[in-house]
């Protein structure tokens, strides 16, 4: 039997993002983690409202930071400006306090200042000139980019990269559902009138739910021969860290809970590995004149790999 308050958050959702039900369920399981998500894709399909969508059904406090070249690292954390009144340097916060932070085409500013958000979305809290803030909970980065071959993009660290818990695609609408998101639309956009389903202590609660899900000593072995496999192929010149290993498992507990089990079975992390491996996976030169990429190579191990 399914979360009723989780099939009501992804209803709610899909009432603004139309024909996307994976992309809301992968964007859920990253709130349920306490993971953050990076979206790859080009301009115009609903990337930010699906963040918004979120927070508006939450009742979490939303915050936009469109990444642009001359951005600045304190425009990000924030940082000391001088009072005054007061005669003193008091701490102004940035719009990274907040409980859901869209990170506006992050690769459009230069790593100086993506690397801004690293504390942040690895300890929670933010270090300023020697002094250290605890941010809210929950907090998650949902950060957008657009495709790295596109005019005026910076790629993000592999440090950075490796932050995120999953990295997913929107795609394009099917006719039909597009015909239903332009009517939609003829009037005022769906977003306005969003209410809130879930208050931010049962998020809370959601999250430590989530840690009660049983994974057994079979599934994390499973876990770890398929993270390992990867790094030991010859066409990848860079594979995941255990970091991945823990994403992994972490998000197929919360895909448990979304599908309504108490613990995880082996399609739950074959379900995700793709999500989770493909922005942490750096292919070889020859693997790429191969035209192999990251979902073909994650594809093949998920066939060749016995299933627990």
């Known amino acids: 039997m399914q979360n009723q308050e989780l099939e009501n958050l992804i209803a709610n959702i899909e009432k603004v993002i139309v024909g996307k039900n994976k992309v809301v369920k992968l964007l859920v399981t990253g709130l349920l983690t306490n993971g953050h998500i990076l979206i790859e894709d080009v301009p115009g399909l609903g990337k930010t409202m699906l963040a918004l969508a979120l927070a508006k059904s939450i ?15 304190t425009d990000v954390t924030g940082g000391y400006v001088y009072n005054s009144k007061t005669g003193e ?48 909970r929950p907090f998650m980065v949902i950060a957008t980019q657009n495709p790295i071959e596109y005019q005026g993009t910076y790629p993000l660290p592999e440090a950075q990269i490796d932050r995120f818990l999953m990295k997913i695609n929107m795609g394009y609408l099917q006719p039909e559902e597009e015909i239903t998101v332009i009517s939609g639309q003829k009037v005022q956009h769906p977003i306005e009138s969003l209410d809130a389903v879930l208050k931010l202590e049962k998020v809370l609660k959601l999250q430590e739910k989530v840690k009660e899900v049983e994974v057994s000593s079979h599934i994390l072995n499973y876990i770890v021969t398929l993270v390992n496999s990867v790094r030991k192929r010859d066409d990848i010149r ?37 999500w989770i491996l493909k922005h942490r996976i750096v292919l070889s030169s020859k693997a790429q004149v191969s035209d192999k990429t990251p979902e073909s190579i994650i594809s093949e191990l998920i066939q060749s790999t016995p299933i627990p």
């Open 59 to 73: 009742d979490a406090e939303f915050k936009r930071i469109q990444f642009t070249p001359d951005l600045l690292p």
């Open 89 to 136: 340097f008091e701490f102004r916060k940035g719009p990274v306090f907040t409980h859901i932070l869209l990170a506006d085409e992050i690769n459009r500013t230069t790593p100086r200042t993506q690397s801004a958000l690293l504390e942040s979305m690895q300890e929670y809290k933010v270090s300023v000139e020697g002094s250290t803030f605890s941010l809210s």
């Open 238 to 274: 860079l594979g995941p860290s255990p970091r991945a290993s823990i994403a992994l498992m972490k998000a197929s507990s919360a895909w448990a809970l979304l599908e309504g089990r108490d613990y995880v079975i082996p399609d739950d992390v074959s379900e995700l590995l793709p």
